[in-house]
């Protein structure tokens, strides 16, 4: 939803079958993660989402594909040697 546009926690909140206090939880959690920014405008907070943010889950992401698939690549050739040498 924030992909979209900035929305109220109260705007939020209303798109789950949560309560508010747990949807505020989860965006203070996304806050301190730095994938949201929070401003306050009078008495609302509307939060808006930090492409920054999802730079350095994305490279974390891409390291350890890249470690798996080699991982899984050395697995599938000793496993094709020991095939092999039946």
């Given at each position: 939803m924030l992909s979209k546009?900035?929305?109220?926690?109260?705007?939020?909140?209303?798109?789950?079958?949560?309560?508010?206090?747990?949807?505020?939880?989860?965006?203070?959690?996304?806050?301190?993660?730095?994938?949201?920014?929070?401003?306050?405008?009078?008495?609302?907070?509307?939060?808006?989402?930090?492409?920054?943010?999802?730079?350095?889950?994305?490279?974390?992401?891409?390291?350890?594909?890249?470690?798996?698939?080699?991982?899984?690549k050395k697995l599938e050739?000793?496993?094709?040697?020991?095939?092999?040498?039946?």
């Open positions: 546009e900035s929305l109220t926690i109260n705007s939020l909140a209303e798109n789950f079958d949560m309560s508010r206090p747990a949807v505020s939880k989860h965006i203070k959690i996304m806050y301190n993660a730095g994938f949201i920014s929070i401003t306050d405008i009078g008495r609302e907070r509307y939060c808006t989402l930090k492409q920054d943010g999802f730079s350095e889950l994305q490279n974390w992401i891409t390291y350890f594909d890249s470690f798996w698939k080699n991982k899984l050739s000793l496993l094709n040697e020991k095939i092999n040498k039946k």
